[in-house]
């Protein structure tokens, strides 16, 4: 007689291909990650803010700081104390930076009048996130708004509520850009001026120069949405409007407002010139910029949507919007006069 088989048996957890890796992390291949860091962290700004490469691998400086972070835990828990300083220590400059970014007092923040509550948001050519971006308008009664790949063809409600809100703005308008969609400016504000850049390489991404009278006040507002920079010529595409901008605010004398999709990360060495060039006011990318794409790929956002300012103003709150259905997250700031 034969007995019953039993059950089978289970094959024990073969852990040498994690353990192995994780040798690699913490031994000689920490190493070289550590050398990636120190350049993509600290050492980003010493490098060409004209190549691509450079461009790409410096706009995520959030999820390089808390890889550094866990490596650096990583390594103290197994007693390498010298290696794992080496990894918190490519985060120095950039704390400094948060801790030493303070502008103004709070009292001279809280008197300061008049106040802007400035939206800026790119649609993705998306009747849903047109339907969200103008609910979220009218709950923030925003008084300067600019959407760009808006999209030219909507169902009949969507096109109804845009019209409602439309009639609240005075001074606004329309212009198209690329092909099917459109970009858009609305502003509760006089419109004295207005001059658009657009040479031959920035086709279909328009910049605008506006003028505006804030209850007396003459303010310039540069609205952008340029060309992502993921290839060469729409690197440089994207570069000549940028420098566009800081020779425009470098001649500026007076309060000036810079938003929109600027489709440059606040951690890539261009976003350091331009703040420096143009004089705006972003002592630490980590206080004047917040993540907002792609919404798609969470663990990837990256800031390059921008409320930036430059003059005598401030911008006393920036925050990002709620999501609209779109792959950019909308962005929302209070500005002040000083």
């Known amino acids: 007689m034969t007995s019953a088989p039993g059950p089978p048996e289970e094959s024990p957890i073969n852990t040498a291909g994690v353990s192995g890796l994780f040798r690699l992390l913490t031994t000689g291949g920490s190493l070289l990650l550590l050398l990636a860091l120190a350049v993509l962290l600290p050492a980003r ?3 060409s803010p004209d190549l691509l490469p450079v461009e790409i691998l410096t706009s995520f400086a959030p999820q390089y700081a808390l890889l550094a972070l866990a490596m650096g ?16 220590l490519l985060l120095v400059p950039d704390l400094a930076g948060v801790i030493g970014s303070r502008v103004g007092s709070t009292d001279e923040l809280a008197s300061a009048q008049p106040r802007l509550m ?15 971006a103008v609910a979220q308008v009218e709950a923030l009664d925003a008084d300067l708004v600019w959407w760009s790949e808006f ?3 909507l169902d009949p409600d969507t096109r109804a509520r845009v019209g409602e809100l439309d009639a609240r703005y005075p001074f606004g308008f329309e212009l198209a850009a690329a092909d ?15 001059q658009t850049f657009e040479p031959a390489l920035t086709t279909g991404r328009p910049a605008l120069r506006l003028g505006l009278d804030v209850r007396g006040f003459p303010v310039t507002v540069f609205a952008l949405h340029t ?4 290839s060469d010529w729409s690197l440089r595409a994207r570069n000549e409007t940028l420098d566009w901008l800081q ?12 938003m929109g999709d600027l489709n440059t990360s606040a951690f890539s060495p261009r976003f350091a010139e331009l703040i420096r060039e143009g004089e705006l006011a972003c002592l630490s990318p980590w206080r004047c910029a917040v993540a907002s794409w792609p919404t798609f790929v969470p663990f990837l956002l990256t800031p390059i949507d921008h409320i930036l300012v430059s003059g005598e103003v401030a911008i006393t709150s920036l925050r990002r919007g709620r999501f609209t259905g779109s792959d950019h997250f909308p962005i929302v700031a209070e500005i002040v006069f000083l």
């Open 118 to 132: 400035v939206f800026s948001a790119n649609l993705f050519e998306s009747e849903r996130a047109v339907r969200s």
């Open 247 to 258: 020779d425009e605010l470098a001649s500026l004398d007076g309060r000036a407002i810079v």
């Open 180 to 194: 099917g969609r459109d970009i858009r400016f609305l502003s509760r504000y006089p419109l004295r001026t207005r």
């Open 45 to 47: 700004a010493f490098l």
């Open 151 to 153: 999209p030219r063809e």
């Open 73 to 88: 835990i990583v390594l103290w828990w197994r007693r390498r104390w010298i290696r794992g300083s080496a990894f918190l």
């Open 227 to 230: 060309h992502p920079p993921t």
